[in-house]
Structures are given as structure tokens and as C-alpha cells.
T-cell receptor, first 114, second 115 residues
């Protein structure tokens, strides 16, 4: 089974600074999707960004961007101009085999220091 | 749109009791997912449905767990009998179609505590 590893249980960053969250995964497939979901204190999971493995261009959504290294099986999330509202747990997820069957990493808790 | 609705938000019960968690997906969404989140195991997919039909229940931990989707606007996850190790946050999510890469829209979760 595919696995997803987030090696940083906790990260902190100063407001307005840039932070990068790491994620690695294990797969033998060539076409797949990767996601970053955010879980704020309200508990509700929200999609931040997604990347299709066949697309070489890194996905971006406003202040959020990814660094997708397919050969290295790495999928990091960069948050620019960090805001207090970015404080949350961030989960990296891989779409396993069947459509939309997600495998999540253990999460990284991001703290924003004012 | 009201989003995915789950009830109750919190449930406290005693070991051996039956627990029923409820979910109303976003109107028009054809796929529904049940997840469990614990500190030890993280976020795990339990079962998912497409057009009210269970597609994959390989994540359901034991026979004590069962899930149904009698119609497009309602699903239940039942635990009978409940045990303390079932304590977790249970999430329901829905998606417009069962297509690779589609976003899943999550509900606020039900925090279950089994004493």
C-alpha cells in the first residue's frame, strides 16, 4: 500500500514570512494525484491545493504553491506571506488506486507567530 | 450551500452501547466518504459510496462497524457494540463525482468518546 510521510510534526513561522512543509510518498504508479488539506481549529478539512503527477508545472493557488519532484517522490507546500489565519494542521494526501481513495500523512502543525 | 452536515457534533457513550453517526452530503454530490481520525493512526478512510452503493469498505475496522446510504441525501455509520478504542473524530466527506483528482468536501466531524 502507498504511504505518505510528513517528517515535520510541528513548524512555526513569523507572520509575513515564508514557510515550507515537507511531504514524501511511496508509489509504483506513474499517474496519480497529490493534495494538501488544511485542518484549522474548527476541525473541518479544507483543500488547499492539488497536483496531477503528469503535469510538470507546479500548482499554485494565490499564496500557496507546491514543489513537486516526481523522481524524488516529494511534494512540499510553500506558504508565502504567512497570515495568522494560516495556523492549522496541514495534511499531505495521495490518491490511492481507486478514484478518490485518499491516503493521508500524519500532519504538520503550523503555528504563525505575530 | 450548507456544506456537509454531520450530527451529532459530540457523542459520549458507554462501552457496549450502540452509536449512530449521521451525515448529509452536499446536494448533488454522488460520492460519500467516511473517515476516522485518531492521534495514533491519523486520518483513515473507512468506507465510501458512489450513487448510494458501497464501493470499498476495506477500511472498516471490524464487523462492529457498519455503514449505510439509503438515499442520496443521507448516510449513517453505526458502531455496535462500541468500545473505548473507537473513541475518535469521525468525518464524512462528499464529492460531486467519483473521479480521480476531485476535491472532497468535509463535514465538521463528530467527536465520539466511549467510556
Amino acid at each position: 500500500a502507498q504511504t505518505v510521510t510528513q517528517s515535520q510534526p510541528e513548524m512555526s513561522v513569523q507572520e509575513a514570512e515564508t514557510v515550507t512543509l515537507s511531504c514524501t510518498y511511496d508509489t509504483s504508479e506513474s499517474d496519480y494525484y497529490l493534495f494538501w488539506y488544511k485542518q484549522p481549529p474548527s476541525r473541518q478539512m479544507i483543500l488547499v491545493i492539488r497536483q496531477e503527477a503528469y503535469k510538470q508545472q507546479n500548482a499554485t493557488e494565490n499564496r500557496f504553491s507546491v514543489n513537486f519532484q516526481k523522481a524524488a517522490k516529494s511534494f512540499s507546500l510553500k506558504i508565502s506571506d504567512s497570515q495568522l489565519g494560516d495556523a492549522a494542521m496541514y495534511f499531505c494526501a495521495y490518491e490511492d488506486q481507486g478514484a478518490q481513495k485518499l491516503v493521508f500523512g500524519q500532519g504538520t502543525r503550523l503555528t504563525i507567530n505575530p | 450551500d450548507a456544506g456537509v452536515i454531520q450530527s451529532p457534533r459530540h457523542e459520549v457513550t458507554e462501552m457496549g452501547q450502540e452509536v449512530t453517526l449521521r451525515c448529509k452530503p452536499i446536494s448533488g454530490h454522488n460520492s460519500l466518504f467516511w473517515y476516522r481520525q485518531t492521534m495514533m493512526r491519523g486520518l483513515e478512510l473507512l468506507i465510501y459510496f458512489n450513487n448510494n452503493v458501497p464501493i470499498d469498505d476495506s477500511g472498516m475496522p471490524e464487523d462492529r462497524f457498519s455503514a449505510k446510504m439509503p438515499n442520496a441525501s443521507f448516510s449513517t455509520l453505526k458502531i455496535q457494540p462500541s468500545e473505548p478504542r473507537d473513541s475518535a473524530v469521525y468525518f464524512c466527506a462528499s464529492s460531486p463525482r467519483l473521479v480521480r483528482g476531485n476535491e472532497q468536501f468535509f463535514g465538521p466531524g463528530t467527536r465520539l468518546t466511549v467510556l
